[in-house]
């Protein structure tokens, strides 16, 4: 007698996982498709019943906010229609953006898991199949509920707020520095490692086109033009990727003042892993002074994450003197 298995959508958006060789292009691209992707991975059909569905055929670095948008609604939809969680199949190469994008969006306690993998389906070790089962087995289980977006690679489950890409090429290429990692995959089952944490309250659907939000790195040298000219050039907000714990230099820090004035003003940490400091360093330039400069700390969420957070909220109309506190709830490290 067969049991009756959970349902898993499962939809594909492109990404190495997806790749297939092709002598016209000289090495890999997307082919195949979410069918494709699922029916080889052994014991997957043990695990659940899956729904295959594909979205795009694109490497990450070309997604569009229009892209993960649609894959929001289709989630959406087939947790309505029944399934118990949904896994989005997609380039690693913006992995880190993409699920904390949705994860600001995300409303439903259903899990909704994005993965993917560092080598394509023909080479040796393809780790695709195993990043797949382990998703729709972190997809199917209880203790998944209530968590947010997660990321899954090479049986470690991230939380979408904290998860980064540090490594380019290596199977263990997804780090989740100070929050920490949300589970490990032992035996088939995602093993949590803290209870649910605290989910700032998700963002209401854009009302309005995705606005242009700049992000500049802080270099030796560094007066701030570039910040300066992203303003001029139309961009509504900019995250500075600063030194160290928030810290610019002294022109830089001028320039800071000047465009507050005009746009909002996100200062995080250009370090791979630590917050944005407060109330440590007192000269021009520090978190101190930037703050009474009117930019915003993003404490722990990382250049990349603040800036997906304002693209959202100016999207989503959220009132720009709400962008202190939606980087104090986002940025909280919390744990029950
Ligand atoms: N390393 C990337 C991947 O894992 C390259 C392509 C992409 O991000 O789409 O998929």
């Given at each position: ?99 904390f994008?949705?994860d600001l ?56 707020r ?38 700032p ?98 404490g722990w969420l990382?250049?990349?994450k603040a800036?997906?957070l ?16 939606a980087l104090a709830n986002w940025s909280k490290?919390?744990?029950?």
């Amino acid at each position: 007698m067969s049991k009756s298995l959970p349902v898993v959508a499962v939809a594909s958006l492109g990404g190495t996982i997806s790749m297939t060789p092709s002598d016209a292009a000289g090495g890999v691209v997307p082919t195949l498709d979410a069918a494709q992707l699922t029916h080889s991975v052994p014991g997957l059909s043990d695990v659940a019943t899956i729904k295959a569905t594909s979205l795009r055929q694109l490497p990450s670095a070309s997604l569009g906010y229009g892209d993960l948008m649609a894959a929001l609604t289709w989630a959406e939809q087939q947790i309505a229609d029944g399934a118990c969680g949904v896994v989005l199949t997609q380039g690693t190469d913006t992995l880190e953006e993409t699920a904390f994008l949705l994860d600001l969006f995300w409303k439903l306690p259903e899990p909704l898991i994005v993965t993917g993998a560092m080598r394509a389906p023909q080479a040796a070790g393809a780790d695709g199949p195993a990043n797949l089962l382990a998703a729709v087995s972190t997809a199917v289980h209880p203790d998944s509920v209530g968590r947010g977006v997660l990321v899954l690679m090479n049986d470690t489950a991230h939380y979408a707020r904290w998860v980064s890409k540090g490594d380019a090429l290596a199977v263990q290429a997804f780090v989740s520095h100070d929050g920490g990692v949300a589970a490990r995959i032992v035996e088939g089952r995602p093993v949590f490692f803290h209870a649910k944490p605290g989910r700032p309250q998700p963002l209401p659907r854009p009302v309005r086109d995705w606005p242009k939000v700049a992000l500049v790195t802080a270099v030796l040298g560094d007066d701030g033009e570039l910040a300066e000219m992203a303003v001029n050039g139309g961009y509504e907000a900019v995250v500075i990727a600063a030194q160290g714990a928030g810290h610019v230099s002294f022109g830089f820090a001028e320039r800071i003042g000047r465009l507050t004035a005009q746009v909002p003003v996100v200062i995080a940490s250009r370090a791979a892993s630590g917050s944005t400091a407060s109330k440590t360093y007192g000269y021009v330039g520090a978190e101190i002074d930037l703050a009474r400069r009117g930019a915003h700390l993003s404490g722990w969420l990382s250049a990349l994450k603040a800036r997906l957070l304002i693209v959202a909220m100016i999207a989503s109309g959220v009132a720009p003197g709400a962008v202190g506190e939606a980087l104090a709830n986002w940025s909280k490290l919390t744990r029950q």
